[in-house]
């Protein structure tokens, strides 16, 4: 269960603005802490392992270790977000988080010359991610409720996107310093995550999954529910292969290092470029919200982004490169509010942790796996080349699954979508 309470649903009645709500901020700053070190992490780990290998590929293989693990362990932990106190288990992913990142950092005190001890701590950190993504998504709707859930939504978002612009520069400028001060650094941070989420002490409404099904079968309901929502289905998909094809950013050490020549200030500067797009798009969305044409907006937005990402790829200026990724993340933050916001709404809170489960491992592959494509695609036929073929791809992808999912394109006020119970 995940947590007993005299009242069903506490927080339902609930109308004071989402940010006077002392679990929702304790919540807010887990997350704070936990993208920020993420980021930090990311743009040392990167930089680090192609100034040991000078291998494009390199940075794949870094994509490819965090999501095997994923990819195997989603549906279990999915189901145990159902059936177990989600609380918990985010705390538990976060400890986790912050062993991996001692790890890194007694990987670079070791001076070793191999990047395959890298590889082995970032499998432990993607299981902890694969644990935290459905655990934390999960629990967001217990602690604010559904009335409230867009906005939490939408400040979630820009929250991330704050870390996101300030963990790739910080982690740059950190790096000056020495990896393993950033790798220390990381570890703090993650550990704060887990001390802000242990700090919550409301009792949450008791929604768990106590079905007596077999454990394959609870594990298969959530990709079932999604395939029963054509909605979800198509938004959820939508971001895999987008994302998947335009996955520029992770050849962004490779521009930082031999196309513009910017070094790793300049390459925490473009990491954050991508989220002071997301972040100013974020704040947007926060005060206007969508209430029409929801599904066109998002295809459209997801059009632009990869349109930008051939900008991108063709750039050798850095001011010109720097405006093409903001563009980029203030498109795909359109995109992220539109599908989130309709994924919580359309699905019932005891399948909330197998459902986002399934989103989090199609993330997962959009991102850590578009990583590995783009480090194999760049290695076969050059950077550039990898680049523009993955924004000419995502807009391909645009004008197909407008046609294959109507009804996601006809969606119109996120507010009138609700969920509807498993089918038999």
Not at 182 to 205: D, E
Request: aromatic share 8%; glycine share 10%.
């Amino acid at each position: 269960m995940h947590g007993a309470s005299s009242n069903p649903d506490p927080i339902a009645d609930d109308n004071r603005p989402v940010l006077r709500d002392s679990a929702y901020r304790k919540l807010l700053a887990s997350r704070l802490c936990a993208a920020l070190a993420v980021q930090i992490q990311s743009v040392i780990v990167g930089w680090q392992l192609y100034d040991l290998t000078h291998s494009a590929l390199t940075l794949g293989w870094v994509g490819l270790a965090q999501f095997l693990p994923m990819a195997a362990l989603v549906l279990p932990a999915g189901d145990a977000a159902d059936r177990l106190p989600r609380r918990w288990l985010l705390i538990a992913s976060f400890v986790t988080m912050a062993v991996a990142s001692a790890g890194f950092l007694l990987l670079t005190l070791s001076a070793t010359g191999s990047p395959v001890g890298f590889y082995a701590v970032l499998v432990l950190f993607g299981v902890a991610r694969a644990f935290s993504g459905p655990s934390y998504t999960a629990l967001l709707p217990q602690i604010v409720g559904e009335a409230r859930l867009p906005k939490a939504i939408a400040l979630n978002s820009s929250v991330f996107q704050v870390a996101v612009i300030g963990g790739p520069a910080l982690g740059g400028a950190v790096y000056l310093a020495g990896p393993a001060v950033a790798y220390g650094l990381c570890a703090l941070l993650f550990a704060g995550s887990a001390a802000a989420v242990a700090s919550i002490r409301r009792a949450l409404p008791a929604r768990a999954d106590t079905s007596k099904l077999p454990a394959l079968q609870r594990f298969a309901a959530g990709i079932v529910y999604i395939r029963q929502r054509p909605i979800i289905l198509g938004a959820i998909s939508l971001d895999l292969f987008a994302v998947l094809l335009g996955g520029a950013t992770a050849l962004l050490p490779v521009y930082a290092h031999s196309i513009l020549h910017v070094g790793p200030l300049g390459l925490g500067a473009l990491r954050s470029a991508v989220a002071i797009g997301a972040f100013t798009m974020g704040l947007y969305l926060a005060r206007i919200s969508l209430t029409r044409r929801a599904g066109h907006v998002m295809f459209a937005a997801v059009a632009v982004f990869g349109l930008a990402t051939i900008v991108f790829g063709l750039s050798t200026n850095i001011v010109l490169s720097f405006t093409a990724l903001a563009i980029m993340g203030a498109a795909d933050m359109i995109s992220v509010y539109v599908r989130s916001s309709l994924i919580q709404l359309a699905t019932p809170d005891a399948m909330r942790g197998r459902v986002n489960a399934v989103n989090m491992l199609f993330i997962g592959a959009s991102n850590e796996l578009g990583e590995f494509e783009s480090g194999v695609t760049a290695a076969l036929v050059g950077v550039v080349p990898a680049v523009l073929l993955g924004g000419i791809g995502t807009l391909g992808v645009v004008g197909l699954w407008m046609w294959l999912f109507p009804a996601l394109r006809r969606v119109d006020a996120l507010d009138a979508v609700r969920a509807e119970p498993p089918r038999s």
